[in-house]
């Protein structure tokens, strides 16, 4: 009797420790991604050899099962922009390796998993110490700023403050799914939806559709979705979002939750 209250009491004890164990991993790895979204924009990987690329304001993480490059990390760069493509690139070093490595909006398949990004990779890497460079291809995304997922109301349009009377029935509001890169919402006449095109300090909303229904005269729904349609840039703060481009700001919204 004693041995089976004793395996008995062991058991409880292991099945414990995985809880505690499993609830500890999952709050390490949920912290793990919001640092993850904050440090990096992009990021890239490839096969045979298997590879990754992380690219962050504050520097530019290289991994790899590579022999003599397993892991790399170089200061952040400006990316140099081609004129006629979206395309960049980016030229790094350190003390001991330089690498190229060029982002072109392209549609990529992965080789193994055959998932499509939108971005191809090529990575030209090499240590100080060696005459070749090694060359990579793979598949990337950028991250989009996870601070967008949100309901946003519609505060100012325009420059000017906005109020129920300059819409049909409520404040036109986007909901935002920075995780499927698409929004949703009311535009103040219609129900409106569309997609979100992100890269670095670039926020743009595109195919924008709405239902059909008739908006009363001095309804402003046109000129919010002509806002929404002409952002190029954004910034948060205060549970404000605030929608610009190169003429000044556009929409600012107050964060609801």
């Not at 924009?41 to 099962?65: A, H, M, Q």
Request: net charge neutral; with cysteine; glycine share 8%.
């Amino acid at each position: 009797m004693k041995n089976i209250l004793s395996i008995l009491l062991l058991s409880v004890l292991i099945i414990g420790c995985k809880t505690t164990a499993n609830k500890e991993s999952g709050t390490t790895s949920s912290a793990s991604s919001t640092e993850e979204d904050l440090k990096y924009y992009f990021k890239g990987t490839g096969n045979e050899p298997f590879w990754g690329i992380k690219i962050g304001n504050e520097e530019i993480v290289f991994t790899s099962l590579i022999l003599g490059k397993e892991k790399i990390t170089f200061p952040a760069s400006e990316a140099i922009k081609a004129m006629d493509a979206n395309v960049k690139m980016y030229k790094v070093s350190n003390e001991t390796a330089s690498a190229t490595i060029t982002i072109q909006q392209l549609d990529c398949q992965d080789s193994m998993s055959g998932t499509i990004s939108p971005y191809s990779v090529k990575v030209e890497i090499k240590n100080n110490s060696e005459l070749e460079t090694k060359k990579l291809s793979g598949c990337g995304k950028y991250l989009t700023d996870y601070r967008l997922h949100d309901i946003w109301v519609l505060e100012e349009l325009n420059g000017y403050k906005v109020f129920a009377t300059d819409f049909q029935k409520e404040m036109p509001r986007i909901e935002i799914n920075s995780a499927e890169n698409r929004f949703s919402g009311y535009g103040g006449c219609n129900a409106i939806s569309g997609s979100i095109f992100y890269e670095k300090d670039l926020l743009r909303f595109t195919k924008v559709i709405s239902t059909l229904m008739a908006c009363p005269q001095g309804n402003k729904e046109g000129e919010f979705t002509k806002a929404l349609q002409s952002t190029t840039t954004y910034s948060i703060g205060n549970n404000q979002l605030i929608l610009s481009n190169p003429s000044g700001k556009l929409a600012v919204f107050k964060k609801v939750d």
